[in-house]
């Protein structure tokens, strides 16, 4: 893939273009494992006009990667030990982990999470908990999508088909024939950020843009919508990783 550069001062900002069907009308950033400055840009924008574009906002695309490396550097690999914290509904829990026969078992407990496996190993424990986080999504964004679905007057009391899907970078999307799909990463995030996913992606069974009245619905159905915004912009990289 070919690079390109941009300068802002005495910084040298090398970057590469991707192409995502879901990204149509803006540029958006994006890091790589390694820290390199991704840029994802409609198919319809020449290189020409992308690199023009990030020349023009060098400073802020600067700002960007600054930030962007910062939260990366937060991020550890995961071992999935005893006494190792995750995180559940906004919270850290340490594992408890033992080795007992039968089959894997996760439950919460006050003070975290115990995981009982067969055998020794962290991928058995990351299966286990996997799973586990899985199943609590499953239950919790259910509650929630019909609480939300009988508080919309659009969708006449009835909640939309949900699946579940691991994501790298979304929380939720809303099909065209009305079926949600969320991250269930999202679990590991405080209550309010779940509500605020899943109000949003009902939204769209209404309107499927992001234009006035979208905004409009999104503030009758759940005013809170821009605290919750705000953190899983500000720590959503760890619920991602975690």
Known sequence: MKNYRIHHGGEVIDFEITHRPAITKRIHLEIDDAGGLQ???PRRMSRRSIQRALQQKAPWVSRFLLRARARQQELTELQYLDG???FFLGRKHPL?????????TVEAVDNGIRISVPEPGASKVEGALEKWYRRQAQQIFEQSLQRFSQAANWTGGQAPPMRLRKMKRTWGSCSSSGRITLN???VKAPAHCIDYVIAHEICHLREHNHGKPFYALQQQLYPNWREAKAHLTEKGHIYLHS
């Open 184 to 186: 269930p990463h999202l």
């Open 84 to 86: 190792e914290c995750h």
């Open 96 to 104: 408890e982990v033992r080795v007992k026969r039968g089959r894997a």
């Open 39 to 41: 840029v994802v840009a």
